[in-house]
């Protein structure tokens, strides 16, 4: 059984969960990490963690855990 995941205006069509992770997840700015849990999105761009964030630059950036 396949399904499809409706995204930014695009379809796509997967026949198991791990390869749309696979395929959906953000990458982080800075380490280049697939995204998979939690993110930070930071002016449009995603890190995944506020260490990254900060590493790149980006001020005020916490995490909450």
């Known amino acids: 059984m396949?399904?499809?995941v409706h995204a930014q205006g695009a379809?796509?069509?997967f026949d198991c969960f791990s390869c749309?992770?696979?395929r959906m997840a953000p990458i982080?700015?800075?380490?280049?990490?697939q995204i998979l849990g939690q993110g930070?999105?930071?002016e449009g761009q995603w890190y995944c963690g506020?260490?990254?964030?900060?590493?790149?630059g980006k001020a005020g950036i916490v995490?909450?855990?």
């Open 2 to 4: 396949s399904f499809e």
């Open 11 to 13: 379809v796509h069509v």
């Open 20 to 22: 749309a992770i696979h």
């Open 28 to 33: 982080c700015e800075h380490c280049r990490v």
């Open 40 to 42: 930070v999105d930071v």
């Open 50 to 56: 506020a260490h990254c964030a900060r590493a790149a």
């Open 63 to 65: 995490d909450h855990v």
